[in-house]
């Protein structure tokens, strides 16, 4: 059996995995939600705590060192590179954890609980608009889930979670949730910088 007739079968279990991926872009975006009538119709996504929310501001950090000679990005919004990569100076991953909340990674470190998931995030340009979607550990999506009013972090009233009928959400009751369309805004960046030094 020579290598070539090893390697061909293989590239042919590969092939579907590798088409999926293709129709993924790398590119920046911002996202929206859609859900028309709703109180979260056309709120911007916002990370903050390591979470996400609809509404509210983006929480974001730059060392004074840095500040000072006024080298720090905007960082007054959230904006996604290559599907599931805050736009940040440091590697700060998005996954879902296993509650079923998107999260993101602190800056300085690595660590996500185990069981976390951190694939089948796509962002797929459109003209106009594009779309953002999940669809790991049965997930339909993405969904709004509200929080109390003590439990706002920087206004945002909903957490995002992967739209899941398990999920652990604030409330304790799925149904409480709203499922939108997570719409895509291309986002180009200004002298060649991320988004922000950190998310925090």
Same mark, same amino acid.
């Given at each position: /059996?020579?290598?070539?007739?090893?390697?061909?079968?293989?590239?042919?279990?590969?092939?579907?995995?590798?088409?999926?991926?293709?129709? #993924?872009s790398?590119?920046s975006?911002?996202? /929206?939600?859609?859900?028309?009538?709703?109180?979260?119709?056309? !709120?911007?996504? %916002?990370a903050a705590?390591?979470?996400f929310? !609809? $509404?509210?501001?983006?929480?974001?950090? #730059?060392?004074?060192?840095?500040?000072?000679?006024?080298? #720090?990005?905007?960082?007054?919004?959230?904006?996604?590179?290559?599907s599931?990569? !805050?736009s940040?100076?440091?590697?700060?991953?998005?996954?879902v954890?296993?509650? =079923?909340?998107?999260?993101f990674?602190?800056?300085? %470190?690595?660590?996500?609980? %185990?069981?976390?998931?951190?694939?089948t995030?796509?962002?797929?340009?459109?003209?106009t608009?594009?779309?953002?979607?999940?669809?790991?550990?049965?997930?339909? $999506?993405?969904?709004?889930?509200?929080?109390?009013?003590?439990?706002?972090?920087?206004?945002?009233?909903?957490?995002?979670?992967?739209?899941m009928?398990?999920?652990?959400?604030?409330?304790?009751?799925?149904?409480?949730? !709203?499922?939108?369309?997570?719409?895509?805004?291309?986002?180009?960046?200004? $002298? =060649?910088?991320?988004?922000?030094?950190?998310?925090?």
């Open positions: /059996m020579t290598f070539l007739t090893t390697l061909i079968p293989l590239l042919a279990l590969l092939t579907p995995t590798l088409a999926t991926t293709a129709n #993924c790398t590119g975006f911002t996202v /929206m939600s859609i859900r028309s009538g709703s109180p979260i119709q056309y !709120l911007p996504l %916002t705590d390591t979470n929310y !609809l $509404g509210g501001t983006t929480s974001t950090a #730059c060392p004074e060192s840095v500040a000072e000679y006024d080298a #720090c990005p905007p960082g007054n919004e959230t904006v996604i590179d290559y599931n990569y !805050l940040s100076d440091y590697i700060q991953e998005i996954y954890d296993p509650t =079923g909340a998107l999260k990674v602190e800056a300085h %470190t690595t660590y996500m609980p %185990t069981g976390a998931s951190t694939s995030f796509c962002y797929t340009p459109g003209t608009f594009g779309h953002w979607t999940y669809t790991g550990l049965g997930a339909t $999506g993405f969904m709004a889930c509200p929080v109390d009013e003590d439990e706002e972090v920087n206004g945002g009233a909903y957490q995002v979670f992967a739209a009928a398990n999920a652990t959400v604030p409330s304790g009751d799925v149904s409480d949730c !709203l499922g939108f369309d997570a719409v895509a805004v291309e986002w180009v960046s200004t $002298g =060649g910088s991320a988004a922000a030094w950190q998310y925090d």
